[in-house]
T-cell receptor
Framework: EAGVTQSPTHLIKTRGQQATLRCSPI?????VYWYQQALGLGLQFLLW???????NRGNFPPRFSGRQFPNYSSELNVNALELEDSALYLC?????????????FGQGTRLTVV | DAKTTQPPSMDCAEGRAANLPCNHS???????VYWYRQIHSQGPQYIIH???NNETNEMASLIITEDRKSSTLILPHATLRDTAVYYC??????????????FGKGTLLTVNP
């Protein structure tokens, strides 16, 4: 069974540009979570989607946005990139919306803003 | 989510058991304890979770105290590949909008040869 897949693996953008990151959840999983991990820092929660709806959002500016498609894959968009947006962006998925269900992570997209 | 407290680092000899503690004194009755680990620059890996009973799987054992205010993750025979940052997280069981995992700083476990 394929795990959570993220693309691209690496992405280099210049300041002010837009970045689009993609996530395919494990088959059968309806929830997708996005996290940001800046170098040397912990994982910061960004967004949570379930059944196509945004369910929760972390403390990030509106230029961080996303969506979930009917096939449950998800996209994270970061507009007006800033140097401090350089980080590892991680996606996780879980099967149903409860607290008793483990979430599985992908290997991340490393975004570098120059 | 309840706050967790973990030691910033621990060492363990290869082949010995690694016991990683976690305090979650403000845990609520409907919150599960989860453990994840992150090997350098990779995505976090799920290890185990539990509510109040001890749990065991092929990777580890989770011991939760009777009052649920603390827990210990046990890696029975640590290997060099177990060197990672280990995160203890409490996660609400129900309540609609708060199923996200909130990561703290975790414990850097270094397994030495």
């Amino acid at each position: 069974e394929a795990g959570v897949t993220q693309s691209p693996t690496h992405l280099i953008k210049t300041r002010g540009q837009q970045a689009t990151l993609r996530c395919s959840p494990i088959s059968g999983h309806t929830s997708v979570y996005w996290y940001q991990q800046a170098l040397g820092l912990g994982l910061q929660f960004l967004l949570w989607y379930d059944e196509g709806e945004e369910r929760n959002r972390g403390n990030f500016p509106p230029r961080f946005s996303g969506r979930q498609f009917p096939n449950y894959s998800s996209e994270l968009n970061v507009n007006a990139l800033e140097l401090e947006d350089s980080a590892l962006y991680l996606c996780a998925s879980s099967v149903i919306m409860t607290g008793n269900t483990e979430a599985f992570f992908g290997q991340g997209t490393r975004l570098t803003v120059v | 989510d309840a706050k967790t407290t973990q030691p910033p680092s621990m060492d363990c000899a290869e082949g010995r058991a690694a016991n990683l503690p976690c305090n979650h004194s403000t845990i609520s009755g409907n919150e599960y304890v989860y453990w994840y680990r992150q090997i350098h620059s990779q995505g976090p890996q799920y290890i185990i979770h539990g509510l109040k009973n001890n749990e065991t799987n092929e990777m580890a054992s989770l011991i939760i105290t009777e009052d649920r205010k603390s827990s210990t993750l046990i890696l029975p025979h640590a290997t060099l590949r177990d060197t990672a940052v280990y995160y203890c997280i409490v996660r609400v069981h129900s309540g609609g909008s708060n199923y996200k995992l909130t990561f703290g700083k975790g414990t850097l476990l270094t397994v030495n040869p």
